[in-house]
């Protein structure tokens, strides 16, 4: 079945450091992928929409500036943190759709990259 | 009122139980649905799809109620290994389609 994989799992770094999180398709190509963030004990929160080749859709609430998405490739996309603090701490997903019709499709996610910021 | 709503438990139930929740939309024109299982500091992953017709994977069942906007889940004869957090996740289409997800339900079984 579709793959997604995500590095790096876990990443541990003074406040300050920008951060970058990788999202792959491994066996598909994805147009478009998802990054959740998701604070202990609560649900993922859609941060923004990843297209390949033009510029993200970023929810209300989350800064664009502050959380680079880049996606160059149809199997690649990255979110970068920058100049992260300690309330950037949380768990990040990314998912995408596997080929085909995907409005009916169930999202295929990344292991997650749990992200701590001292 | 939360577009999908679940009830965050926790549901502590004996090995060998029977247990049910529900998740509610608010938004009539969804049309995807699916149950999702997180375990502690994981990624989710795809339980089953929820179809009008319902839908049953051995011990789990999926059903979906449009005109009462709900879906479920049952777990029969559950599990040690059943123990997770169970997330509904419902996608609606527009000009943007739409993927929320619930706040989850976390089920414990007890030996």
């Known amino acids: 079945g579709a793959v997604v994989s995500q590095h790096p799992s876990w990443v541990i770094c003074k406040s300050g450091t920008s951060v970058k999180i990788e999202c792959r398709s491994l066996d598909f190509q994805a147009t478009t992928m998802f990054w959740y963030r998701q604070f202990p004990k609560q649900s993922l929160m859609l941060m923004a929409t990843?297209?390949?080749?033009?510029?993200?859709?970023?929810e209300q609430g989350v800064e664009k500036d502050k959380f680079l998405i880049n996606h160059a490739s149809l199997t690649l996309s990255t979110l970068t943190v920058t100049s992260a603090h300690p309330e950037d701490s949380s768990f990040y997903i990314c998912s995408a759709y596997p080929p085909g019709r995907y409005s009916n499709q169930p999202q295929h996610f990344g292991d997650g990259t749990r992200l701590s910021i001292l | 009122r939360k577009e999908v709503e679940q009830d965050p438990g926790p549901f502590n139930v004996p090995e060998g139980a029977t247990v049910a929740f529900n998740c509610t939309y608010s938004?009539?024109?969804?049309?995807?649905f699916f149950w999702y299982r997180q375990d502690c500091r994981k990624e989710p992953k795809l339980l089953m799809s929820?179809?009008?017709s319902g839908n049953e994977d051995g011990r789990f069942t999926a059903q979906l109620n449009r005109a009462s906007q709900y879906i479920s889940l049952l777990i029969r004869d559950s599990k040690l290994s059943d123990s997770a957090t169970y997330l509904c996740?419902?996608?609606?289409?527009?000009?943007?389609?739409?993927?929320?997800f619930g706040s989850g339900t976390r089920l414990s079984i007890r030996p």
């Open positions: 938004n009539s024109a969804s049309q995807s």
């Open positions: 990843s297209n390949e080749g033009s510029k993200a859709t970023y």
């Open positions: 929820v179809y009008s």
């Open positions: 996740v419902v996608t609606e289409y527009s000009s943007a389609s739409k993927i929320i």
